[in-house]
């Protein structure tokens, strides 16, 4: 939803970590233009919407044909930094095996950590919910730990893939997770449970290596190299079942995709699409943007995938603020090393180019980013931190705005209240 306001004395709230910042905005600028995903109503019922889920699913075989009496089953969950209410969906998943006659100990649930950390104990029963967390074992996954890895195949662009060994002997892999647009991957969801979600970590490298490919964009998956290739790696596991969300800007579920994980990832895209897909008549002077809050905002390595978006809504000589708590910090060590020194652009690439590493990558998108427009960044974490990956900082979005018209005038702005989920699109005029 693009929204033009002429209002003086506008004040705007902004997400920030679990709170909000309310952001005044001067009444010199001629039109202020609000950025945000449409209006669509919620599940009501999300219970019934659920069951019908696992039992009525939009494409392929509902998940209690295919369960066996004795089988193992693992279930895919996405961890922290993903909203995603897993805690809601695996009672009736888990409740299905049983009544399947599959025992609770041979049921699994995997955290698709990818390259992030681990969870801890409370994080994993937040994420699983008390009850479930009792009854059946839930588990990181770890993708440096190569005796629980194992080689599935290689994929057509020449990716070793390795996936966790748990999944791999399982009779039937579920996976639950939520889609939105991904800055390099097209969107989430679906086929990222299992890549990067529960593998190897050089098969981790190899496949964010592909973002360098101009293809690898939000909202694209047609020809775009890294999804292809996380799609590939997938299907040497072949994942039985999928039960995707798509949730509104506050968090609430508008959708549920179930069924066959690729046919129904591609609803879901759809229905993104619709929904956080917003039109841009004209790029602006000035954006401000939230990354949208807690956990969108927990840490750097998160907050890039906002900055991304928020750059597309605004002029090559304009400026972007954006807010990030960053309550975990850089969120990766190798992230937080070259902020520490200050590489150049020049410098990342040349890294990046010669030996792809997870976290150098980050650098590398970010500074990247910074170079392209005078970026302003208002969080929690030691100035020297952004500032060493080309932020300007400020201890407010007041004084960003009042340092960034000390050097430039401001006519345009846009306004980003969730800008990790929110992808401007131009429209012809």
Same mark, same amino acid.
Request: negative net charge.
């Given at each position: 939803?693009?929204?033009?306001? *002429?209002?003086?004395?506008?004040?705007?709230?902004?997400?920030?970590?679990?709170?909000?910042?309310?952001?005044?905005?001067?009444?010199?600028?001629?039109?202020?233009?609000?950025?945000?995903?449409?209006?669509?109503?919620?599940?009501?019922?999300?219970?019934?919407?659920?069951?019908?889920?696992?039992?009525?699913? $939009?494409?392929?075989?509902? &998940?209690?044909?295919?369960?066996?009496?004795?089988?193992?089953?693992?279930?895919?969950?996405?961890?922290?930094? #993903?909203?995603?209410?897993?805690?809601?969906?695996?009672?009736?998943?888990?409740?299905?095996?049983?009544? $399947?006659?599959?025992?609770? *100990?041979?049921?699994?649930?995997?955290?698709?950590?990818? $390259?992030?950390?681990?969870?801890?104990?409370?994080? &994993? !029963?937040?994420?699983?919910?008390?009850?479930?967390?009792? #009854?059946?074992?839930?588990?990181?996954?770890?993708?440096?730990?190569?005796?629980?890895?194992?080689?599935?195949?290689?994929?057509?662009?020449?990716?070793?893939?390795?996936?966790?060994?748990?999944?791999?002997?399982?009779?039937?892999?579920?996976?639950?997770?939520?889609?939105?647009?991904?800055?390099?991957?097209?969107?989430?969801?679906?086929? *990222?449970?299992?890549?990067?979600?529960?593998?190897?970590?050089?098969?981790?490298?190899?496949?964010?290596?592909?973002?360098?490919?101009?293809?690898?964009?939000?909202?694209?998956?047609?020809?775009?190299?890294?999804?292809?290739?996380?799609?590939?790696?997938?299907?040497?596991?072949?994942?039985?079942?999928?039960?995707?969300?798509?949730?509104?800007?506050?968090?609430?579920?508008? $959708?549920?995709?179930?069924?066959?994980?690729?046919?129904?990832?591609?609803?879901?895209? !759809?229905?993104?699409?619709?929904?956080?897909?917003?039109? &841009? +008549?004209?790029?602006?002077?000035?954006?401000?943007?939230?990354?949208?809050?807690?956990?969108?905002?927990?840490?750097?390595?998160?907050?890039?995938?906002?900055?991304?978006?928020?750059?597309?809504?605004?002029?090559?000589?304009?400026?972007?603020?954006?807010?990030?708590?960053?309550?975990?910090?850089?969120?990766?060590?190798?992230?937080?090393?070259?902020?520490?020194?200050?590489?150049?652009?020049?410098?990342?690439?040349?890294?990046?180019?010669?030996?792809?590493?997870?976290?150098?990558? +980050?650098?590398?998108?970010? !500074? !990247?980013?910074?170079?392209? #427009?005078?970026?302003?960044?208002?969080?929690?974490?030691?100035?020297?931190?952004?500032?060493?990956?080309?932020?300007?900082?400020?201890?407010?979005?007041?004084?960003?705005?009042?340092?960034?018209? #000390?050097?430039?005038?401001?006519?345009?702005?846009?306004?980003?209240?969730?800008?990790?989920?929110?992808?401007?699109?131009?429209?012809?005029?």
């Amino acid at each position: 939803m693009s929204k033009i306001l *002429k209002e003086n004395n506008m004040k705007i709230t902004l997400p920030y970590g679990t709170s909000d910042k309310t952001v005044n905005i001067p009444d010199s600028f001629s039109d202020v233009q609000i950025l945000a995903p449409a209006v669509i109503p919620v599940l009501e019922d999300v219970q019934t919407a659920v069951r019908d889920s696992i039992n009525i699913p $939009a494409a392929g075989t509902p &998940l209690p044909k295919l369960l066996k009496p004795g089988e193992k089953v693992v279930l895919i969950i996405n961890d922290i930094t #993903r909203k995603t209410h897993s805690n809601v969906f695996l009672p009736y998943l888990v409740d299905c095996c049983i009544e $399947a006659g599959i025992v609770e *100990k041979d049921i699994t649930i995997i955290v698709a950590n990818g $390259a992030h950390r681990s969870q801890s104990a409370a994080e &994993l !029963r937040d994420l699983a919910g008390e009850n479930i967390y009792n #009854r059946v074992r839930v588990i990181n996954h770890d993708c440096r730990d190569e005796s629980n890895l194992v080689h599935v195949g290689t994929t057509s662009l020449g990716n070793r893939v390795y996936l966790n060994k748990i999944a791999v002997n399982a009779d039937r892999v579920i996976l639950i997770g939520s889609i939105n647009y991904h800055y390099c991957a097209g969107y989430s969801g679906g086929r *990222k449970s299992i890549v990067p979600g529960i593998a190897g970590y050089h098969t981790i490298e190899f496949n964010h290596r592909l973002m360098l490919d101009p293809n690898s964009q939000p909202g694209i998956l047609d020809q775009n190299p890294m999804h292809l290739d996380m799609l590939e790696g997938s299907e040497f596991l072949k994942p039985d079942f999928m039960l995707n969300e798509i949730v509104s800007d506050n968090g609430k579920i508008i $959708a549920l995709v179930s069924g066959d994980y690729i046919k129904t990832h591609l609803e879901g895209c !759809r229905i993104v699409d619709s929904v956080f897909g917003v039109p &841009l +008549k004209e790029k602006s002077d000035l954006v401000i943007a939230s990354c949208g809050g807690y956990p969108k905002d927990i840490n750097l390595y998160q907050t890039h995938k906002a900055l991304e978006n928020a750059l597309m809504a605004c002029n090559p000589q304009g400026t972007v603020i954006l807010l990030s708590e960053c309550i975990d910090g850089a969120g990766s060590p190798e992230l937080e090393e070259e902020a520490g020194r200050g590489s150049t652009l020049a410098e990342l690439e040349k890294k990046v180019a010669s030996y792809f590493q997870l976290g150098i990558h +980050k650098a590398y998108k970010i !500074r !990247r980013l910074t170079q392209q #427009r005078r970026t302003y960044l208002v969080s929690g974490l030691d100035p020297s931190i952004p500032t060493g990956l080309g932020f300007l900082t400020a201890p407010s979005v007041e004084e960003a705005l009042t340092q960034s018209l #000390r050097s430039t005038s401001v006519s345009t702005v846009s306004v980003i209240p969730y800008a990790s989920i929110t992808l401007p699109r131009e429209v012809a005029s």
